[in-house]
């Protein structure tokens, strides 16, 4: 099989999968991944992505040292595209091993409606929802993976630090 047939396959196998993760009505929230099982998710099916749940407690969360609130990464954007950020926030959503990546929505009560939910994508350790975390990655800005996921802003390729788990 040619190599330009072979694309054009695994492209069709992206958007039917992203497609289907749209669609499905999760019925609980997918258990974290032990370090162990990295290499076995790879060859699993993608699990369900989990729903935000905005029942998160956010109060008392203090601004990472040398670090930004979820409305200073969002408000000062043009400024930090590209640049190193470092989040202090609760874990609201988790969607694990789309695209090679865990992806997590983080808030830590500052912003308004749109923009006061951070979108992280990492390759380490999943964190649960509910977890307080230390997130540090570069600030991209207006990502479109088609299908509907386009991010204004998204934190990629982070680093992310358990400081509690909920």
């Not at 969002?74 to 988790?94: I, M, N, P, S, W």
Request: proline share 5%; with cysteine.
């Amino acid at each position: 099989m040619s190599n330009f047939v072979t694309g054009r396959l695994l492209a069709l196998a992206l958007i039917v999968s992203l497609a289907a993760c749209s669609k499905e009505k999760p019925t609980e929230t997918a258990p974290a991944p032990e370090p162990s099982q990295a290499g076995e998710m790879a060859s699993q099916p993608h699990p369900v992505p989990s729903e935000a749940t905005a029942s998160i407690d956010l109060s008392g969360l203090a601004k990472a040292e040398g670090g930004q609130t979820v409305a200073e990464v969002f408000a000062g954007r043009d400024q930090l595209e590209g640049k190193t950020v470092v989040v202090r926030g609760k874990v609201v959503k988790v969607n694990a091993n789309i695209m090679g990546k865990n992806w997590l929505h983080v808030r830590d009560g500052s912003g308004e409606e749109g923009s006061n939910d951070l979108t992280i994508t990492t390759t380490g350790a999943l964190p649960a929802v509910g977890d307080t975390v230390v997130v540090t990655g570069s600030l991209g800005l207006n990502r479109d993976f088609g299908m509907g996921y386009s991010y204004p802003v998204i934190v990629e390729e982070a680093e992310v630090t358990v400081e509690s788990a909920d």
